[in-house]
């Protein structure tokens, strides 16, 4: 008689120890999941996110005490001109740099002064060479040091993509490996210049359309009347916004495309996929039957 009490204590005990696992399971499973961290939180992680620019990693890196990233050399160099050369050691183009920017800013000066002294068409042509020679000699000191800058990896930089794709639209994707996206892109921002400089034009022969037919001291006024001239003025030139707008919007989404895409090279996929079906026991809980009980699990890894 106290044998089988004991084997029915027993059993009591176990039984009832059962649900209190499962319960003890699913509390730890609730804690786990609230206070599981998936993010890098080491204190480098927190570095490189915490500011878009660092001024302490430019400078630090121009004084080569440091290692400073693409994107922070880049937009230092934006302001600092020519610290990209700097950080990579190749000070010999520095002179050829604020060489070439100087000439063509002093260029752009004289003959300014000569055409408005002159009228001349050929020294305001020279005058817009000269603009675009400094601004060149700029965009390839940008250009040059996301060339030059190489911190190894297997897999394309996301940084220097972007800054490839910001300089010159199309040029991350080939860094990619993905070219075929470059006449997509271009076509699109293309097209979209192509109808802003219609738009401009019917916006401007509209707009003085409007004007001569509401002066007041015109002789001869235009066959069209003021109020429709305003009402064409007005439909071409938010034609002409929208051309713009998709031209900005075309320009950064190659730009986000160009990060995206090589940030996801770096990720290995295969086809080796596995699957495994073992039993289980399925603990006690609140929202679920008042026993544990037994079944099937099905896990997949690829």
């Given at each position: 008689?106290?044998?089988?009490?004991?084997?029915?204590?027993?059993?009591?005990?176990?039984?009832?120890?059962?649900?209190?696992?499962?319960?003890?399971?699913?509390?730890?499973?609730?804690?786990?999941?609230?206070?599981?961290?998936?993010?890098?939180?080491?204190?480098?992680?927190?570095?490189?996110?915490?500011?878009?620019?660092?001024?302490?990693?430019?400078?630090?890196?121009?004084?080569?005490?440091?290692?400073?990233?693409?994107?922070?050399?880049?937009?230092?160099s934006v302001v600092f001109i020519g610290g990209n050369?700097?950080?990579?050691?190749?000070?010999?183009?520095?002179?050829?740099?604020?060489?070439?920017?100087?000439?063509?800013?002093?260029?752009?000066?004289?003959?300014?002064?000569?055409?408005?002294?002159?009228?001349?068409?050929?020294?305001?042509?020279?005058?817009?060479?000269?603009?675009?020679?400094?601004?060149?000699?700029?965009?390839?000191?940008?250009?040059?040091?996301?060339?030059?800058?190489?911190?190894?990896?297997?897999?394309p930089n996301p940084a220097k993509s972007t800054v490839?794709?910001?300089?010159?639209?199309?040029?991350?994707?080939?860094?990619?490996?993905?070219?075929?996206?470059?006449?997509?892109?271009?076509?699109?921002?293309?097209?979209?210049?192509?109808?802003?400089?219609?738009?401009?034009?019917?916006?401007?022969?509209?707009?003085?359309?409007?004007?001569?037919?509401?002066?007041?001291?015109?002789?001869?006024?235009?066959?069209?009347?003021?109020?429709?001239?305003?009402?064409?003025?007005?439909?071409?030139?938010?034609?002409?916004?929208?051309?713009?707008?998709?031209?900005?919007?075309?320009?950064?989404?190659?730009?986000?495309?160009?990060?995206?895409?090589?940030?996801?090279?770096?990720?290995?996929?295969?086809?080796?996929?596995?699957?495994?079906?073992?039993?289980?026991?399925?603990?006690?809980?609140?929202?679920?039957?008042?026993?544990?009980?037994?079944?099937?699990?099905?896990?997949?890894?690829?």
């Amino acid at each position: 008689m106290k044998l089988r009490q004991l084997i029915a204590i027993g059993l009591g005990l176990l039984l009832g120890a059962i649900p209190l696992r499962g319960q003890y399971r699913d509390d730890q499973f609730k804690r786990d999941a609230f206070t599981q961290t998936y993010a890098d939180t080491t204190e480098q992680a927190k570095t490189d996110t915490s500011a878009l620019f660092s001024f302490k990693e430019f400078f630090g890196g121009l004084a080569h005490k440091r290692t400073a990233s693409l994107k922070t050399l880049t937009m230092g160099s934006v302001v600092f001109i020519g610290g990209n050369q700097i950080y990579n050691r190749q000070y010999w183009k520095l002179p050829i740099i604020y060489g070439g920017i100087g000439a063509g800013i002093y260029g752009g000066i004289h003959f300014n002064k000569l055409y408005q002294e002159s009228g001349e068409q050929k020294y305001n042509t020279y005058k817009t060479l000269s603009i675009v020679g400094a601004g060149l000699c700029y965009w390839g000191s940008l250009m040059d040091g996301a060339i030059m800058y190489d911190r190894g990896g297997k897999w394309p930089n996301p940084a220097k993509s972007t800054v490839y794709s910001l300089l010159l639209p199309g040029l991350g994707q080939i860094y990619n490996g993905e070219a075929w996206k470059v006449p997509l892109y271009w076509g699109l921002i293309a097209g979209s210049v192509h109808f802003y400089i219609d738009n401009d034009t019917q916006y401007k022969r509209w707009k003085n359309i409007h004007n001569l037919a509401t002066a007041d001291d015109v002789e001869e006024r235009p066959p069209q009347s003021g109020e429709t001239a305003k009402y064409y003025r007005d439909v071409y030139r938010r034609y002409r916004d929208y051309s713009m707008l998709f031209i900005a919007v075309t320009y950064l989404l190659q730009v986000i495309d160009a990060n995206v895409f090589a940030y996801m090279q770096g990720f290995e996929v295969n086809d080796d996929i596995s699957m495994r079906i073992e039993p289980t026991l399925m603990p006690y809980n609140q929202y679920a039957s008042a026993s544990p009980a037994v079944g099937m699990k099905l896990g997949i890894r690829f």
